[in-house]
Protein backbone atom coordinates (compact mmCIF):
# COMPACT_ATOMS: atom_id res chain seq x y z
CA UNK A 1 0.00 0.00 0.00
CA UNK A 2 1.24 3.45 -1.05
CA UNK A 3 1.98 6.01 1.55
CA UNK A 4 -0.30 8.22 0.60
CA UNK A 5 -2.90 5.30 0.35
CA UNK A 6 -1.95 4.54 4.26
CA UNK A 7 -2.09 8.01 5.19
CA UNK A 8 -6.22 7.79 4.47
CA UNK A 9 -7.14 4.57 6.16
CA UNK A 10 -7.68 3.80 9.21
CA UNK A 11 -9.14 5.60 12.31
CA UNK A 12 -11.19 4.38 14.96
CA UNK A 13 -14.42 2.84 13.82
CA UNK A 14 -16.25 4.68 16.61
CA UNK A 15 -14.78 7.77 16.69
CA UNK A 16 -16.55 9.28 19.89
CA UNK A 17 -16.31 6.07 22.33
CA UNK A 18 -12.99 4.58 21.55
CA UNK A 19 -11.17 7.88 21.64
CA UNK A 20 -13.15 8.52 24.86
CA UNK A 21 -12.30 4.71 26.44
CA UNK A 22 -8.41 5.59 25.36
CA UNK A 23 -7.90 9.25 27.14
CA UNK A 24 -9.77 7.54 30.26
CA UNK A 25 -6.76 5.21 30.24
CA UNK A 26 -4.00 7.62 29.48
CA UNK A 27 -5.47 9.80 32.31
CA UNK A 28 -5.64 6.91 34.63
CA UNK A 29 -1.95 5.71 33.46
CA UNK A 30 -0.87 8.97 34.41
CA UNK A 31 -2.30 9.11 37.93
CA UNK A 32 -0.57 5.85 38.65
CA UNK A 33 2.86 5.96 37.10
CA UNK A 34 4.39 2.87 35.54
CA UNK A 35 0.49 0.99 34.99
CA UNK A 36 1.33 -0.75 31.91
CA UNK A 37 -2.35 -0.76 30.03
CA UNK A 38 -3.26 -2.56 26.51
CA UNK A 39 -5.51 -0.74 23.95
CA UNK A 40 -8.08 -3.09 22.47
CA UNK A 41 -8.62 -0.36 19.88
CA UNK A 42 -7.98 -0.57 16.58
CA UNK A 43 -6.50 2.14 15.25
CA UNK A 44 -5.57 1.17 11.97
CA UNK A 45 -2.04 3.23 11.97
CA UNK A 46 0.60 2.75 9.30
CA UNK A 47 3.87 1.42 9.50
CA UNK A 48 6.24 1.84 11.39
CA UNK A 49 3.77 3.57 14.22
CA UNK A 50 2.72 1.02 17.18
CA UNK A 51 -0.82 0.24 18.04
CA UNK A 52 -0.70 2.24 21.12
CA UNK A 53 0.84 4.97 19.68
CA UNK A 54 -1.62 5.31 16.88
CA UNK A 55 -4.53 5.22 19.44
CA UNK A 56 -3.23 7.77 21.81
CA UNK A 57 -2.32 9.95 18.60
CA UNK A 58 -6.34 9.63 17.17
CA UNK A 59 -7.21 10.49 21.26
CA UNK A 60 -5.21 13.39 21.86
CA UNK A 61 -4.18 15.35 18.77
CA UNK A 62 -6.10 17.78 17.37
CA UNK A 63 -5.52 21.00 15.30
CA UNK A 64 -4.46 23.06 17.92
CA UNK A 65 -1.71 20.53 18.63
CA UNK A 66 1.60 20.55 16.73
CA UNK A 67 3.31 17.29 15.95
CA UNK A 68 6.90 16.41 16.42
CA UNK A 69 7.57 13.13 14.55
CA UNK A 70 11.19 11.12 14.72
CA UNK A 71 13.47 10.51 11.40
CA UNK A 72 11.86 7.35 10.14
CA UNK A 73 8.25 8.20 10.93
CA UNK A 74 8.70 11.39 9.38
CA UNK A 75 9.71 9.77 6.24
CA UNK A 76 6.54 7.55 6.57
CA UNK A 77 2.30 8.26 5.91
CA UNK A 78 2.33 9.03 9.55
CA UNK A 79 2.26 12.87 9.30
CA UNK A 80 -0.10 12.89 6.86
CA UNK A 81 -2.10 10.02 8.78
CA UNK A 82 -2.35 12.16 11.49
CA UNK A 83 -3.00 15.22 9.80
CA UNK A 84 -6.09 13.74 7.90
CA UNK A 85 -7.70 12.14 11.05
CA UNK A 86 -7.00 14.61 13.47
CA UNK A 87 -5.98 18.10 11.92
CA UNK A 88 -3.01 18.23 13.87
CA UNK A 89 -0.20 20.08 12.08
CA UNK A 90 3.06 18.65 11.57
CA UNK A 91 6.15 20.73 12.87
CA UNK A 92 9.91 20.75 12.27
CA UNK A 93 10.49 22.73 15.09
CA UNK A 94 10.69 20.74 18.66
CA UNK A 95 10.03 23.45 21.01
CA UNK A 96 6.30 24.29 18.81
CA UNK A 97 5.58 20.31 19.47
CA UNK A 98 2.69 19.66 21.89
CA UNK A 99 2.58 15.95 20.86
CA UNK A 100 6.04 14.18 19.74
CA UNK A 101 6.35 10.68 18.48
CA UNK A 102 9.28 8.72 18.65
CA UNK A 103 10.67 5.51 16.97
CA UNK A 104 12.04 2.57 18.73
CA UNK A 105 15.84 2.64 19.75
CA UNK A 106 15.98 6.67 18.94
CA UNK A 107 16.21 9.24 22.09
CA UNK A 108 16.29 13.01 21.70
CA UNK A 109 19.30 14.42 22.41
CA UNK A 110 17.59 16.97 25.26
CA UNK A 111 14.37 17.20 26.19
CA UNK A 112 14.81 20.45 26.60
CA UNK A 113 14.93 21.47 23.09
CA UNK A 114 11.13 20.80 23.27
CA UNK A 115 8.47 22.92 24.93
CA UNK A 116 9.18 22.76 28.75
CA UNK A 117 6.28 24.60 29.51
CA UNK A 118 6.13 27.93 31.92
CA UNK A 119 5.70 28.58 35.46
CA UNK A 120 2.41 29.87 34.96
CA UNK A 121 1.12 27.73 32.31
CA UNK A 122 3.50 24.26 32.65
CA UNK A 123 0.48 22.33 30.57
CA UNK A 124 2.30 23.83 27.28
CA UNK A 125 4.73 21.41 27.47
CA UNK A 126 5.49 18.47 24.79
CA UNK A 127 4.38 14.59 25.84
CA UNK A 128 6.89 12.64 24.35
CA UNK A 129 5.41 9.24 23.16
CA UNK A 130 8.31 6.80 22.56
CA UNK A 131 8.18 3.53 21.53
CA UNK A 132 10.56 1.00 22.52
CA UNK A 133 10.83 -3.03 22.30
CA UNK A 134 8.30 -4.09 24.71
CA UNK A 135 6.77 -3.60 28.32
CA UNK A 136 6.69 -5.78 30.85
CA UNK A 137 9.46 -7.57 30.13
CA UNK A 138 13.15 -6.48 29.79
CA UNK A 139 15.40 -4.77 32.29
CA UNK A 140 13.94 -3.62 35.67
CA UNK A 141 13.08 0.16 36.67
CA UNK A 142 12.27 1.15 39.83
CA UNK A 143 9.77 4.22 40.06
CA UNK A 144 8.58 6.35 42.82
CA UNK A 145 7.15 9.83 43.53
CA UNK A 146 3.04 11.06 43.33
CA UNK A 147 0.95 8.09 42.28
CA UNK A 148 3.36 5.78 43.40
CA UNK A 149 2.92 3.88 47.15
CA UNK A 150 6.37 3.36 48.03
CA UNK A 151 7.45 2.53 44.94
CA UNK A 152 7.08 -0.08 42.06
CA UNK A 153 8.92 -1.89 39.82
CA UNK A 154 8.33 -1.95 36.05
CA UNK A 155 10.14 -4.19 33.19
CA UNK A 156 11.09 -1.96 29.86
CA UNK A 157 13.02 -3.55 26.73
CA UNK A 158 14.90 -1.85 24.47
CA UNK A 159 14.72 1.82 26.46
CA UNK A 160 18.10 3.89 25.27
CA UNK A 161 20.67 4.15 27.42
CA UNK A 162 20.49 8.32 27.30
CA UNK A 163 16.88 8.38 28.97
CA UNK A 164 17.74 8.35 32.36
CA UNK A 165 20.15 11.41 32.22
CA UNK A 166 17.92 13.07 29.89
CA UNK A 167 15.15 12.19 32.80
CA UNK A 168 16.66 13.11 35.68
CA UNK A 169 17.93 16.65 34.01
CA UNK A 170 13.81 16.63 33.25
CA UNK A 171 12.37 16.23 36.72
CA UNK A 172 14.11 19.30 39.17
CA UNK A 173 12.37 21.44 36.60
CA UNK A 174 8.84 20.88 37.80
CA UNK A 175 6.42 22.60 37.70
CA UNK A 176 7.86 22.93 34.11
CA UNK A 177 9.31 19.29 32.35
CA UNK A 178 7.82 16.77 29.85
CA UNK A 179 5.75 13.68 30.28
CA UNK A 180 6.61 10.83 28.96
CA UNK A 181 4.87 7.94 27.62
CA UNK A 182 6.18 4.47 26.84
CA UNK A 183 4.48 2.54 23.73
CA UNK A 184 4.87 -1.17 22.45
CA UNK A 185 2.52 -2.65 20.03
CA UNK A 186 -0.99 -2.24 22.05
CA UNK A 187 0.59 -1.55 25.56
CA UNK A 188 2.35 1.89 26.58
CA UNK A 189 2.81 3.02 30.54
CA UNK A 190 2.91 6.66 31.72
CA UNK A 191 6.03 8.72 33.42
CA UNK A 192 4.77 12.24 34.46
CA UNK A 193 7.56 14.86 35.01
CA UNK A 194 7.72 14.41 38.65
CA UNK A 195 8.13 10.67 38.34
CA UNK A 196 12.11 9.25 40.17
CA UNK A 197 13.71 6.15 37.99
CA UNK A 198 16.25 4.33 39.19
CA UNK A 199 17.90 1.31 36.97
Given at each position: ????I??????FS??V?QS?????????G???P???????H?????D??????G??A???C??D??V?L????A????????????G?P?T?????????????????????????G?????????????E?????E??????????????????I??L????????????????????????????????P?T?????
Amino acid sequence: MSANIQAFTGGFSDPVFQSQSVFRMLMDGMARPGSIRAIEHDAGQPDPLGAAAGAIALTLCDHDTPVWLSASFAKSAIGEWIGFHSGAPITREKAEARFAFVEPGVTPSSFGLFSLGTQEYPDRSTTLVIEVAGLGEGQSFTLSGPGILQSKTVEIAGLPEAFLRLWADNRPLFPRGVDVILTAGRSFLCLPRTTKIVA
